[in-house]
């Protein structure tokens, strides 16, 4: 099992730093599967360019801890961003009335 720590930008691509809206911390199960309920983050500005839509994320496992984003393939603004990995992007898929997406933290790295 690990905790699992998550922040985001809202919609709009602004961060609560008052508070913990769009914050969450949560343990894995025994087998490392989390579940997650959220809403696309929003872009915003970093200087001259967009930062793609993406969430925060640290991991606490095994007495090391990983701090990463998770991105959303197809982002216009993935290519340009310099933290942007490729097997860091969740494909977004329809389900119901809003998307699922899946993550193996671990190739993250």
Excluded: C, S
């Excluded at 001259?48 to 090391?64: D, E, L, N, S, T």
């Amino acid at each position: 099992a690990a905790r699992l720590e998550f922040w985001q930008a809202d919609a709009r691509g602004t961060y609560d730093v008052r508070g913990m809206r769009l914050r969450a911390a949560l343990e894995t199960d025994a087998n490392g599967a989390f579940a997650l309920r959220t809403i696309v983050p929003g872009r915003y500005r970093n200087g001259a360019q967009f930062r793609p839509a993406h969430i925060h994320m640290k991991v606490h496992a095994r007495g090391r801890v990983l701090t990463t984003q998770l991105y959303f393939a197809g982002d216009p603004h993935n290519a340009a961003d310099p933290w942007f990995r490729a097997e860091r992007a969740m494909q977004l898929v329809t389900a119901g009335p809003g998307y699922r997406a899946t993550f193996d933290p671990t190739v993250a790295g």
